[in-house]
């Protein structure tokens, strides 16, 4: 997978940039930290817009209904 991670990089590129050449590789034995993982419960304990939360798939189609009786007809080209 690293092979195409490279390849995917350097995809688009003429050349390979100085700066590419200058990093030594990464060393087999070290491994990355797992990524952490977000505070989701904590994260809308402050979110002051509620009324966010309370839309659903069919919520543009609820809004459009109430907003059509307000609308101006369409005009007419008959006199």
Known sequence: AP???RFMSSAGQGSKSTQDSKKPP???G???APPVQPN???ATEGYK???YFEHNLYSFYDIHADMSKLRMP???SRK
């Open 3 to 5: 092979v195409v991670k």
């Open 26 to 28: 990464p060393s087999p």
């Open 30 to 32: 070290s491994k990355s």
């Open 40 to 42: 989701v419960s904590g």
């Open 49 to 51: 817009v509620k009324e």
């Open 74 to 76: 369409q005009p007419s």
